[in-house]
């Protein structure tokens, strides 16, 4: 068998330099090609060198770990996430057959995973498409009724009844929660209409608000939420909305 090559991807140079030592005493057949700690510069290399099997961290500032796979036009190797995430994020990834490990990196989950990926390999079985990947974790926010927001610190996951409304901003998506904070995404609002529940309703081209913290209706062309906040709705929408309140 050809000797199989490796890609680490990971911001924090510490968790770098443990995870490639970890990977090349356990695995001293994998060839690491290259290590990263700037998601940018892992996808120009990955774009003209795939490796067999990338080790791809989620949390990460500009770019996360999601928005990296996005930007791919094609996966080809296996991925194995680097991740810190609660226990439901991680059921996640164990439904949908994806490998991970979790920081701290254990030497027993490491070889697992790993074994698991040259397997998959091996049996020439196909990675997944960067769009399944994707959608493993939108579909369980689905069920669970959780919004998955990248933010420039990884990803949060918000429960849909805590959003008031969704607003497009320069290419970008705000976000207005009960709490009167809001999040900033670099989600357009388009990918965030997809994930939202029946509960919400888009009444413009840059505004998705939520039903149920509906207050009223302003003639002259606005939707009023419980907390005050007025959001225009186009003309073409407002009979649909009304209709859903007879």
Do not use: W
């Amino acid at each position: 068998m050809k000797t199989l090559t490796a890609i680490l991807v990971d911001d924090e140079i510490s968790a770098l330099k443990g995870l490639r030592s970890k990977v090349e005493k356990l695995f001293p057949h994998l060839n690491i090609l290259e290590t990263f700690q700037q998601p940018e510069k892992a996808i120009e290399f990955i774009k003209n060198s795939p490796p067999d099997i990338l080790f791809l961290d989620i949390q990460m500032p500009r770019i996360n770990g999601f928005e990296l796979l996005e930007q791919l036009d094609s996966i080809s190797f296996q991925i194995i996430f680097v991740t810190a995430y609660s226990e439901y994020a991680i059921q996640a990834f164990k439904e949908s057959a994806v490998d991970y490990i979790l920081k701290p990196v254990d030497n027993n989950e490491l070889s697992n995973a790993v074994e698991k990926a040259i397997e998959r390999i091996e049996s020439s079985e196909e990675g997944k498409s960067h769009q399944e990947l994707i959608e493993i974790m939108r579909e369980t926010m689905e069920k669970s009724q959780k919004l998955v927001v990248p933010t420039s610190k990884g990803l949060s996951f918000i429960p849909q009844r805590e959003v008031y409304h969704l607003e497009g901003y320069e290419g970008y998506t705000k976000i207005h929660l009960v709490s009167n904070t809001e999040i900033l995404s670099s989600y357009s609002l388009g990918k965030f209409e997809k994930m939202l529940g029946k509960l919400f309703f888009k009444c413009h081209k840059s505004h998705i608000v939520n039903l149920e913290l509906v207050r009223s209706f302003e003639n002259e062309g606005y939707i009023v939420l419980e907390n005050g906040s007025r959001v225009p709705i186009s003309k073409t929408h407002r009979k649909t909305f009304l209709d859903l309140f007879n």
